[in-house]
Antibody, heavy 120, light 108 residues
């Protein structure tokens, strides 16, 4: 059974750094792209970026380029999303999801989401 | 920047047919995907490659494409179908993936 399990909710202050995780199981982690999707409170889904754990090829939406860093550790089947300096506007639910086939495709399996709250 | 346009809301009575549209200039050459999201839950893929249905998704969910518009059709709507629905696709170059703004389906 394919599963993506994300790390728990985080409460941070503006300016702090953060790295959240997404652990895949039940499939060949290095053979599928993994992506991150943001959902701000009461708002829609936003495509942030994707990574291919097999070779760490990473692509970002222009809206998120330079704002976050996506990485992966294939030895432990885990993808990451990190911020170096959080802002209040980063408060959102963040989902990781596996791409069905190839970099330009649907997300077929999703993590449960990680709620990030940034507040002073 | 590329955008996909969805109606903010659609309302139908149980047993009727709901149609949710998604418009974008690149849709004639890029596949579209549809997700269902219920409150407090992660999205679920309901249609991929315009009209394919993943295993486990009820047959009442179908997708179609015509020009710059793709449509998610839910036949015989049930109360459990009440949710937000999002389309996803790419720009004409295939380098930028985006989601539509989402449509809230209300079952009256």
């Amino acid at each position: 059974e394919v599963q993506l399990v994300q790390s728990g909710a985080e409460v941070k202050k503006p300016g702090e750094s953060l790295k959240i995780s997404c652990k895949g199981s039940g499939y060949s982690f290095t053979s599928y792209w993994i992506g991150w999707v943001r959902q701000m409170p009461g708002k829609g889904l936003e495509w942030m970026g994707i990574i291919y754990p097999g070779d760490s090829d990473t692509r970002y939406s222009p809206s998120f380029q330079g704002q976050v860093t996506i990485s992966a550790d294939k030895s432990i089947s885990t993808a990451y999303l990190q911020w170096s300096s959080l802002k209040a506007s980063d408060t959102a639910m963040y989902y990781c999801a596996r791409l069905t086939d190839g970099s330009g495709s649907s997300f077929d399996y999703w993590g449960q989401g990680t709620l990030v709250t940034v507040s002073s | 920047s590329y955008e996909l346009t969805q109606p903010p809301s659609v309302s139908v009575s149980p047993g009727q047919t709901a149609r949710i549209t998604c418009s974008g200039d690149a849709l004639p050459k890029q596949y579209a995907y549809w997700y269902q999201q219920k409150p407090g839950q992660a999205p679920v893929l309901v249609i991929y490659k315009d009209s394919e249905r993943p295993s486990g998704i009820p047959e009442r969910f179908s997708g179609s494409s015509s020009g710059t518009t793709v449509t998610l059709t839910i036949s015989g709507v049930q109360a459990e179908d009440e949710a937000d629905y999002y389309c996803q696709s790419a720009d004409s170059s295939g380098t930028r993936e985006v989601f539509g703004g989402g449509t809230k389906l209300t079952v009256l």
